[in-house]
């Protein structure tokens, strides 16, 4: 229900768990400009949570009609969930 809520074309969310699996946050990408470039839901929530309390991310993608599609971190993402132990699933 969260990615639906993304501004941007591919909409996309992610929640952030901590140790116990406890939902600590929610948060969905956002589109960019001409002078800042978009933020990636993973980054999104990152920010929101504060890296040292999140041990595992979830991330969803939704198409238009409403459906899970597949989803992965990019490069940059999984560079730095990988720097502080973060691991990811995909709901797909």
Known sequence: RKAKSSPCVYKVAAASLDSEGKLLHMATNLPGNDSCPGLHAEAHVLIKTGVRR????????VGRRGGLLPIHPCKSCKKLLDKYRISVWSLS
Do not use: P, Q, Y
């Open 54 to 61: 999140v041990r595992e991310i979830v991330l969803a993608r």
